[in-house]
């Protein structure tokens, strides 16, 4: 059974730099099978795509965060990275990593999500 | 950035059937992206429920249907229960902008 477990620090400052890590056990992350995603969640709100990386390295991001988006693949290390510049405030939020299935596209793992907030 | 667009609320009684909409557009639904659904209980991760515009994985109820048309799609909840309460949400992928996953805003489902 594949688990996704996310890392990382849950206070940024803000105009600091969100760095979060997947680790992935049960599976490999380097397979033609699936992509890897990270979604967020505000508080209170709904759900919003961030990326998706694929093991080669190739990756896509939403349009709205794209120029502050990074997504790696390390499959050394069997994990994938998120990694959001220049934060505020508006982007804490519950960070969650997924399996992504192909060619559908849906999101199956998730991890258990880790709070990432934005303060002084 | 473009996305689908679901009611913020429903409610119904237990043992009824309740439906969840999920409106589209050219660029995701409407242009044949499969439709998948999550169910998510407060603090809880989002759980998988329909993937596929229809497909239930294992362990679902079959009280829990998708389906889809043109730019559309639906949920449907058939004998309401009380542990259904819960917030839902739509998910599927849209070809503009170099192409990107969308979600819907989710929607609350009440059992009165």
């Known amino acids: 059974q594949m688990q996704l477990q996310e890392s990382g620090p849950g206070l940024v400052k803000p105009s600091g730099t969100l760095s979060l890590t997947c680790t992935v056990s049960?599976?490999?992350?380097?397979?033609?099978?699936?992509?890897w995603g990270w979604i967020r969640q505000p508080p209170g709100k709904g759900l919003e795509w961030i990326g998706s990386?694929?093991?080669?390295?190739?990756?896509y991001y939403s349009p709205s965060l794209k120029s502050r988006v990074t997504i790696s693949v390390d499959t050394s290390k069997n994990h994938f990275s998120l990694t959001l510049t220049s934060v505020t405030a508006t982007d804490t939020a519950v960070y969650y990593c997924?399996?992504?299935?192909?060619?559908?596209?849906?999101?199956?793992?998730w991890g258990q999500g880790t709070l990432v907030t934005v303060s002084s | 950035q473009s996305g689908l667009t679901q009611p913020p609320s429903v409610s119904g009684a237990p043992g009824q059937r309740v439906t969840i909409s999920c409106t589209g557009s050219?660029?995701?639904?409407?242009?044949?992206?499969?439709v998948h659904w999550y169910q998510q209980f407060p603090g809880r991760t989002p759980k998988l429920l329909i993937y596929?515009?229809?497909n239930r994985p294992s362990g679902v109820p079959d009280r829990f249907s998708g389906s889809k048309s043109d730019t559309s799609a639906s949920l449907a909840i058939t004998g309401l229960q009380a542990e259904d309460e819960a917030d839902y949400y739509c998910q599927s992928y849209d070809n503009s902008l170099s192409g990107h996953v969308v979600f819907g805003g989710g929607t609350k489902l009440t059992v009165l």
């Open positions: 990386v694929f093991h080669t390295g190739d990756s």
């Open positions: 049960g599976g490999s992350v380097d397979t033609n099978a699936y992509y």
């Open positions: 050219n660029s995701n639904i409407g242009a044949g992206y499969d």
């Open positions: 596929g515009d229809s």
């Open positions: 997924a399996r992504v299935q192909l060619p559908q596209y849906w999101f199956v793992p």
